[in-house]
């Protein structure tokens, strides 16, 4: 099987609401599609939702560099031989994981076709039979994230993801309104998003947030700060999760070496898609460390990706991939049942693109043959 031709798109996927967390405010998500032709007919679809925040990639960027760079060293090459492709990517551009994500993604989706299997299959073979859903609670006042979090708990979600990182005074009253609202049954994930900058600010949080039952918190520090992370896990009994602080092979042998973290985020936007995330699966299940799969927020394209490679790993112990349920248009049809995820039997990721919505959505368009 050669690759033929592939077809980028430049989309704006709409929000139901706006997105707010500590670093940016999200109208509408900007997200490219590839779609991979090969010489046997079949096709697959990838994605990559870029953030100049987190791996310094735009969207423009990563179009440019998928049109300009990669897309032309690949074809005519095969598209399951995915260590070759990674390489050839490497060698090509130094980083830019999103782009490479989009490629890995969708030749996952050719290969999963082609075998006629799930791409889970094609990564370890199913080990989770569902994963519940979290919910995402955006930066507001602590009252309208509290009476968002009661909204959401009748309707069956178990969990809340709440995204802060402004002053920590403002943050700890959102935290302890939402507890104070959902009960101590529920799960509490936080996600500072890097907002409390260094480990003195974090520390100071904490110490007011120890009786809060909370699950984990996530990214307190700057990314590139894993020694304040050694600091605040040395002085805190809440849980700590790595997120921007991760996004390849070498971050996470720092953070196992240093013991930085009780729990890491994978994201295939970070770290370059299917393949290098299994990787890192591995890399800490050496370590004795728990994973979760998260995402940038991604349409049912890259969601499902992230799904298949949770589904497929004991060492993955959460998910947090509901950009499908955020978007008024999704160019897919990533099915939940909430407040579950359950993934289908489907060959590939299993999705179905809408042809007609993904031409909607386009705002630039371009094919390299």
């Given amino acids: 099987m050669k690759i033929t031709a592939i077809h980028l798109n430049a989309i704006h996927l709409p929000l139901l609401e706006p997105f707010v967390i500590s670093y940016h405010t999200y109208d509408y998500m900007p997200s490219i599609i ?34 300009n760079t990669i897309a032309p060293a690949l074809i005519g ?62 930066i507001a006042e602590p009252e309208e994230m509290a009476k968002e979090a009661a909204k959401m708990q009748e309707l069956g979600y178990r969990s809340f993801k709440m995204k802060v990182g402004t002053q920590t005074k403002a943050d700890v009253a959102r935290i302890k309104a939402v507890r104070a609202e959902v009960g101590e049954d529920i799960a509490i994930r936080v996600d500072v998003n890097q907002g409390w900058k260094n480990s003195s600010e974090t520390l100071t949080a904490l110490s007011q947030l120890s009786n809060q039952g909370i699950d984990w918190v996530e990214q307190p520090v700057a990314a590139d700060d894993i020694d304040g992370m050694v600091e605040v896990k040395s002085k805190t009994a809440i849980p700590l999760m790595i997120d921007e602080g991760l996004k390849g092979i070498r971050e996470m042998r720092e953070i196992i070496q240093k013991r930085a973290a ?108």
């Fill in 34 to 67: 590839v779609k991979i032709e090969t010489d046997e007919g079949i096709i697959g679809y990838g994605e990559g939702v870029a953030d100049e925040h987190v791996t310094g990639e735009t969207w423009e960027g990563t179009f440019h560099i998928l049109k």
């Fill in 77 to 138: 090459k095969n598209p399951m031989e995915m260590e070759k492709l990674h390489d050839i990517m490497d060698k090509l551009i130094y980083a830019a994981p999103t782009a490479k994500a989009a490629i890995d993604i969708a030749c996952y989706d050719l290969l999963g076709k082609k075998l006629k299997v799930p791409v889970y299959q094609l990564v370890g073979g199913r080990f989770h039979d569902e994963f519940p859903i979290t919910h995402v609670l955006s």
């Fill in 262 to 369: 009780d729990k890491v985020n994978i994201k295939l936007m970070k770290c370059g898609g299917i393949y290098p995330a299994v990787k890192l699966a591995h890399q800490a299940e050496l370590a004795g460390m728990e994973c979760q799969v998260g995402s940038m927020v991604e349409s049912s394209v890259g969601s499902a990706a992230g799904f298949h490679v949770a589904f497929s790993k004991k060492v993955i112990t959460s998910v947090e991939l509901t950009g499908p349920l955020k978007f008024a248009k999704d160019i897919g049809n990533l099915k939940y049942e909430v407040p579950f995820i359950r993934l289908t039997e489907k060959p590939g990721l299993g999705i179905e693109v809408n042809e007609d919505i993904l031409k909607e959505l386009t705002v630039f368009e371009d094919t390299v043959r």
